[in-house]
């Protein structure tokens, strides 16, 4: 390809440099990034909380003004005219930027008002995009009434009303479900496709970062790495292996093990087994003085994520002494039988209505002691239904319900006493320090004097947060006020911990750091039931309910649940196949017209 045959760069910058005075005047945001996107092609952010993968976005979308370096976009100066710029972009920031009170007509609306979108294109563009986001049926239902996924369809079409030339999107599948993750990038790909569409895409999940046609790696505000994934997962080449467990352990106990070890990059619990990644040659190096599960191990192909946690370890510290001596201290499988006792939880024909619908019919299940129970579910299938009347947010309609042998529906009091909840958003008071923050909380769960300051000191150190005690809430990172949500959840010392998807928007550092934390939980003897859209977190699980339209459709092991992913054209299912195809087997089930339409 000669250099006039190459597409032409519809976003170009190089040395851009950013730095947020009122938040850190010594701290730079973005340093000297330089890089392009071309029509017709994907391009993934990648990183940490903090890498500055969302303020790049927002200089592009000339919504910021970089300090340094040069930014042309669509072929125009962002400094110069950010005007021109911004009325041939479309901009999708994290939270879809819609207006929960206004129809699904109104948004579209609005957002055609704010571009100056004629009465007469409108009525030839809004067709399309109801079709092509299948929210045709729903043009008159308030937004706020919307699932999350169609709440992300609509944020997209919202996006598209003006025809845009590059499409920014900022985390758009952050908290919704495979189906929905699956609809939206088939709607992307088929723009990049047929309109020669340029796409920017920030994510933390890094299968999407995979299928783009172009990733950049950021961390601290540069750019570590960028081009086509597979350069990105060439760096784990050679290096990423496949462990068992021994007798009587947890895959999720085998990955506490391994993490912070000397020579362990990542660890993360994969089809039973136990996915390890490491930054020695084991052509030269014996593994098994990491762990003797390596005389075992097999090598397996790499993936990208697994080239993006060996890129990020080259900008963290080596590992300490103190941190591996931890590690190792972790020798042997953590077997705690509470075989005899009775279920943490007992729920037996659960049953939720609002007037004549019915979110939840029918569910029943047990957990036990120390057990890792996961909720999962498409967008609107009930299990946040299902989530807060377990935690005692909302009312029973009919069914039982026993937390620690305390009835949920005669004893509330006595049962919530006895749990944790850490809410999706955090429910943190962004204006109050960490410190602060735990003091309230304390105090709601009836803690006072040298009982609530002992408290709140343990916490601080069990999560890392000692040094960063009166920084307020809201300057907080997303995997710090993660920490933060977790601590205040258990500052009472809870027999069972309640999460609903805590991890979501998280990157995978962040991820691996909680779920490390919930296994010790698990192992002190904490029963934990977590809501999560990340199905390959759903491996840390003991035993998984897959919910739609209030019913259980699976229930079981991560292993018998992969089972029933298995077809002709799928051997050997991810926990994310065999979700996507339980939840459409059941729904060909109760709606067979829409197979045969298909």
Not at 144 to 167: E, N, Y
Not at 178 to 188: F, K, Y
Not at 275 to 303: G, K, Y
Not at 392 to 406: D, N, R, W
């Amino acid at each position: 390809m000669t250099s006039s045959d190459r597409p032409a760069a519809v976003v170009s910058c190089d040395g851009l440099s950013k730095r947020f005075a009122l938040k850190d005047p010594t701290k730079e945001a973005l340093t000297r990034v330089s890089f392009s996107a071309a029509s017709g092609a994907i391009t993934a952010f990648v990183g940490s909380d903090g890498a500055g993968k969302t303020t790049l976005l927002r200089l592009i979308a000339g919504l910021y003004m970089a300090d340094q370096g040069r930014l042309t976009v669509l072929g125009v100066d962002v400094r110069a005219d950010p005007k021109t710029v911004q009325t041939q972009i479309g901009y999708m920031p994290q939270r879809f930027g819609l207006y929960d009170d206004l129809t699904v007509e109104e948004n579209l609306d609005l957002y055609a008002d704010l571009h100056g979108v004629s009465a007469s294109f409108r009525q030839a563009r809004y067709p399309d995009l109801m079709e092509m986001t299948a929210l045709g049926p729903f043009r008159q239902r308030l937004a706020g009434q919307l699932s999350g996924g169609m709440k992300q369809k609509l944020g997209l079409a919202c996006t598209l009303i003006s025809t845009p030339r590059l499409l920014l999107l900022d985390e758009p599948t952050a908290g919704v479900d495979p189906l929905s993750r699956r609809e939206l990038w088939d709607i992307i790909r088929k723009l990049v496709q047929s309109d020669r569409l340029a796409v920017i895409v920030a994510t933390s999940y890094l299968d999407e970062a995979d299928r783009c046609d172009h990733a950049v790696v950021m961390h601290g505000g540069k750019i570590l790495a960028q081009g086509p994934p597979a350069t990105i997962t060439r760096m784990a080449t050679g290096k990423s292996f496949s462990l068992a467990a021994r007798d009587g352990e947890k895959p999720r106990d085998l990955q506490a093990r391994l993490l912070g070890r000397a020579g362990v990059v990542d660890a993360v619990p994969e089809a039973g087994r136990v996915r390890v990644v490491v930054n020695q040659d084991p052509a030269v190096d014996d593994l098994t003085r990491i762990a003797p599960e390596f005389s075992d191990a097999l090598a397996v192909p790499a993936h990208f994520e697994d080239g993006f946690m060996t890129l990020l370890m080259t900008q963290t510290p080596p590992v300490d002494a103190a941190a591996d001596q931890a590690a190792k201290a972790r020798s042997g499988p953590i077997i705690q039988s509470h075989e005899g006792e009775p279920p943490a939880i007992s729920v037996k024909g659960l049953t939720k209505r609002f007037g004549p619908f019915v979110a939840v019919d029918n569910v029943s299940f047990e957990v036990g002691k120390g057990e890792i129970f996961g909720l999962l579910g498409p967008n609107g299938a009930g299990k946040t239904t299902t989530f807060r009347m377990l935690c005692g947010l909302l009312a029973v309609t009919s069914g039982q319900l026993q937390l620690s042998g305390a009835d949920m529906r005669q004893n509330r009091a006595q049962a919530r006493a006895r749990m944790g909840y850490v809410a999706q958003k955090f429910s943190l008071y962004g204006l109050l320090s960490v410190r602060e923050n735990l003091d309230f909380f304390a105090s709601v769960y009836g803690l006072s004097g040298a009982r609530k300051t002992q408290r709140i000191d343990a916490a601080l150190r069990q999560f890392d947060l000692t040094a960063m005690a009166n920084v307020g809430a809201a300057q907080l990172a997303g995997g710090f006020k993660q920490r933060l949500a977790m601590a205040a959840g258990l500052l009472h010392q809870p027999d069972i911990l309640f999460l609903d998807e805590p991890t979501s928007g998280a990157d995978p550092q962040a991820r691996r750091d909680f779920w490390r934390r919930i296994t010790d939980l698990s192992d002190q003897g904490v029963t934990v039931i977590i809501t999560t859209h990340f199905m390959a977190e759903a491996e840390y699980c003991d035993q998984i309910a897959i919910l739609d339209s209030g019913h259980v459709l699976a229930q079981g092991s991560p292993g018998e649940i992969r089972l029933r992913g298995k077809s002709d054209k799928v051997n050997d299912p991810t926990m994310e196949d065999a979700f996507i195809a339980i939840v459409e087997a059941a729904r060909r089930i109760d709606s067979p017209h829409i197979g045969a339409a298909a």
